[in-house]
């Protein structure tokens, strides 16, 4: 007996489901055109967390490509007529204050002193402005730069004060175009440097260029570009911590390491600034994460549009087939069973749309790739969910035209006219 009524069930609902399957085939334009506010809002959600997924893989790209574990110490500001000159416009740091750190300050690896300044560099009748950095190879190691082509510095180039440079892919294309620049010269002012190196494109970090730059030995910056009246000075200290959980430490060691070198009293403010790269990369992402969250939530907003389309063209279809409801239910048609067939119209429209929906934001994803050049990275979980996402619309939204349907009077539905 049991099992007769089951079997009875299973033959009403296929009934049911292809009396609704039907029914949305006879109605194809309006079909469309409901399904239309899902394809939107689910092609909306797929397309922007594959933006937000792709910017926040090029940022965490960037970063690494600075160096992890970094600490820029700077040198202090001046004041001029009670004015401040910024940041680094008083030379406090020398090389002995980098040997100082090095040799002292615990969860150090690398201790980088840095000379730098924006200079003209001329290669025959081209000439560009470009980053001029003088630095050791431990600079090149803590910030991640590596050689694509020619050697990098050697000892000697530092010791002896040695006119070699190494130059950076954008400036490498704006002087020397398609020419290999190994061995070339360029003048920096009216001191010429023999080219022994490029490096690896890093690409952009905000509205900074990381191939946009030029380093000579620090020792050659010193003596033979820059000048200065504190001999030995520099502009930067940079510091490789360790490990991430050194980088506290390390800040704590050179504060006092600094101040002890500087002879600062215990009231005097510091000369110097450490920044620390690990808090703006933390920033940095948490900046990515938010604007992704509000994307979201934008085309989220679609996908409920489109449910509420849904809704109301599922309560129009209600009032137009007031009298096909009211025959089915003279013949035998319980509640339930209307309700179901509205309900599976509801469902069946808002998956279809979902389906054409990812298609849409895949394709509308890759080609934003494709125009803009930025990253874009699809995976499965968010596809899937917005494909869920887009069921439940339908169901939720398409519950209350199936429950109005549901509640008819036969007789009443079989006189509307």
Same mark, same amino acid.
Request: charged residues 20%.
């Given at each position: ?72 110490? %700077? ?15 008083? @030379? ?13 300050? %615990? ?5 980088? @002193? ?70 070339k010269t360029v003048r920096i002012g009216n001191v010429p440097f023999k080219i022994i190196g490029t490096l690896k494109s890093k690409g952009q970090m905000g509205p900074m260029d990381q191939d946009d730059l030029l380093f000579? @030995? ?12 504190? @001999? ?101 048609? %319980? ?20 389906v054409i929906g990812i298609v849409a934001g895949i394709l509308t994803a890759w080609l934003f790739s494709v125009l803009t050049g930025k990253m874009v990275v699809f995976t499965l979980a968010p596809i899937l969910l917005s ?31």
């Open positions: 007996m049991a099992k007769t009524k089951k079997q009875g069930n299973m033959i009403d609902f296929k009934s049911t489901l292809k009396i609704a399957l039907k029914s949305l085939e006879v109605n194809k334009m309006r079909s469309a055109l409901t399904s239309l506010g899902i394809i939107i809002g689910v092609g909306a959600v797929v397309a922007m967390l594959a933006i937000g997924a792709g910017t926040n893989k090029q940022v965490q790209v960037n970063i690494e490509s600075m160096g992890s574990n970094i600490l820029t110490i %700077r040198s202090a500001t001046a004041k001029t007529g009670g004015v401040s000159m910024g940041m680094g416009s008083k @030379p406090t740091l020398s090389i002995k204050d980098a040997e100082a750190i090095k040799k002292s300050a %615990r969860g150090v690896e690398v201790v980088a @002193p840095v000379m730098n300044s924006t200079k003209q560099t001329m290669y025959g009748n081209q000439n560009w402005s470009t980053s001029i950095y003088g630095v050791t190879s431990d600079y090149l190691y803590a910030k991640n730069y590596e050689i694509e082509s020619g050697r990098g510095f050697s000892r000697n180039d530092n010791d002896n004060a040695s006119k070699v440079a190494l130059i950076g892919s954008t400036v490498a294309s704006e002087l020397f175009g398609d020419v290999n620049p190994i061995d000579i @030995p620090l020792t050659t910056a010193q003596r033979k570009i820059f000048g200065t009246d504190f @001999p030995g000075s520099v502009n930067q200290i940079i510091v490789k911590a360790q490990s991430v959980d050194d980088t506290q430490m390390a800040v704590n060691d050179i504060k006092v390491i600094l101040r002890a070198r500087h002879n600062l009293g215990k009231t005097q403010e510091n000369d110097f600034e450490i920044r620390n790269s690990a808090e703006f990369q933390e920033k940095m992402k948490s900046t990515v994460q938010t604007i992704s969250i509000f994307l979201i939530a934008v085309a989220s907003i679609s996908l409920m549009v489109g449910g509420i389309g849904i809704m109301n063209i599922m309560l129009v279809s209600v009032t137009e087939r007031t009298k096909e409801i009211g025959i089915r239910m003279a013949i035998g048609a %319980r509640a339930s069973d209307i309700r179901l067939q509205f309900l599976i119209e509801a469902l069946v429209l808002s998956l279809i749309g979902g494909f869920g996402f887009s069921g439940l619309v339908g169901i939720g939204f398409g519950y209350y035209p199936a429950y109005k349907a549901s509640l008819l009077n036969p007789i009443d539905a079989l006189r509307y006219e």
